[in-house]
């Protein structure tokens, strides 16, 4: 006798994926089912119907359709879905150990928006950074109109304030290695480290962990690397859009203006008037100069 039940995918490897059941915290290894032709591999975030056999072990029968797809898109115009159904990308940047990487952040900041889903701004480790660095980094997201949270959780410090900006969402957790994401998920009361999915199947090891918190109506799920979060052949409009602060701070004479060299270029102008983050324009000009 076997039992079907709802399930929300964590992590996903060749052959099985770490699924979360509805009503339980910790997430299960569970099978893919192996069937004819092409079928729909399942992504973090989706929504399946599993069936738990009768000697503890789970097989994922089918996917729900997707409300929402998270899209990396590569240099050559390649696709890949990252997510699906999330509403949320949360990013997390340490103020120290290591030291705040505004690139990185800029960089899933432009992705957020040019995939058109809202970003939290999640600062972590204030004990060790410098006052000055923290208030202005807090001040300039910010400014820019993005919802910034300032989070110790190693000790416990705004971890209520963390969670209350995540209720009822449906979440995608993101940074670099070292920022505190593990601390995060201990301080909400979820697995730090539940297990591992290899890319070839059961029983290889591999770097990618599954993790995932449920809340009331809501989940906070961990991410691939920074790294997947590239932004293809962007163009310079569409940074340009995705720089939420560059279209209200600057108007150019010309509207193919790229914001580089040109003459009499109005982000030029903002910058050295304050108006534009120095930190932000130069994000801008990497990304549009080294596209990932």
Known sequence: MSEELHALVVSVGKNAAWVSLEGEQLPRLAQLRRASGRRAMPVPGDEAEVRL???????VEHLAPRRFELLRRSVDGRTKIMAANVDL???????????????????LLAFASLDEIEALVVFTKPDLGEPAVRDALLALYARIGYRVVLVDPKHGGNVDGLRAALAG???????????????IFRALG?????GEVSRHGLGRQTTTAARL????????????GVNEFGL????????????VEFPQAAHCRFTDCKHLQEPDC??????????????RYDSYRHMLLNPT
Do not use: W
């Open 266 to 279: 109005g982000v030029h102008a903002a910058v050295a008037g304050g108006r534009i983050a120095r930190s």
């Open 213 to 224: 918190y449920r809340m009331n109506d809501g989940f906070l799920i961990d991410s691939p």
């Open 169 to 183: 969402r449906r979440a995608l957790l993101t940074g670099n290695s070292g920022v505190g994401k593990s601390s």
């Open 89 to 107: 990308l949360v990013t997390v940047t340490a103020l120290a150990d290591p030291p705040p990487r505004l690139l990185t952040l800029d960089q």
């Open 190 to 194: 979820g697995e730090a480290i539940v």
């Open 232 to 243: 293809g052949a962007v163009t310079h409009d569409d940074l340009t859009r995705a720089f």
């Open 53 to 59: 056999l009768e000697d503890g072990s789970v097989v």
